[in-house]
Nanobody, 120 residues
Framework: VQLQASGGGLVQPGGSLRLSCTASGSAFNILHMYWYRQAPGKQRERVATISIRGIANYADSVSGRFTISRIDAKNTMSLQMNNLKPEDTAVYYC???????????????WGYGTLVTVSS
């Protein structure tokens, strides 16, 4: 199973970006999905989580500005980021808890990061 993130780029403060993450492979079931970010010189932090039931949770720093969603039929999740701030500048990573294999085993999978830069 592989995760592929996309959608990063340069945006001005107050602007919006939408990140997407798509899982590919065979015979797998996505359980929970996550977005993390890592800013220069800082530890990686979890930004948002969406459960298998579609329940979302957010870090306090992004609550009210970011929205996580998933489309299970497409093995895709997205992160809509509005009112972006310079402190949102980071490499964003998607991750997922996925059951795969026979017998099924649950592991965490990570995609390569996508850079988001918020600057005027």
């Amino acid at each position: 199973v592989q995760l592929q993130a996309s959608g990063g780029g340069l945006v001005q403060p107050g602007g919006s970006l939408r990140l997407s993450c798509t899982a590919s492979g065979s015979a797998f079931n996505i359980l929970h999905m996550y977005w993390y970010r890592q800013a220069p010189g800082k530890q990686r932090e979890r930004v948002a989580t969406i459960s298998i039931r579609g329940i979302a949770n957010y870090a306090d720093s992004v609550s009210g500005r970011f929205t996580i969603s998933r489309i299970d039929a497409k093995n895709t999740m997205s992160l809509q980021m509005n009112n972006l701030k310079p402190e949102d500048t980071a490499v964003y990573y998607c991750a997922a808890s996925i059951a795969a294999g026979s017998p099924a085993r649950v592991d965490d999978y990570w995609g390569y990061g996508t850079l988001v830069t918020v600057s005027s």
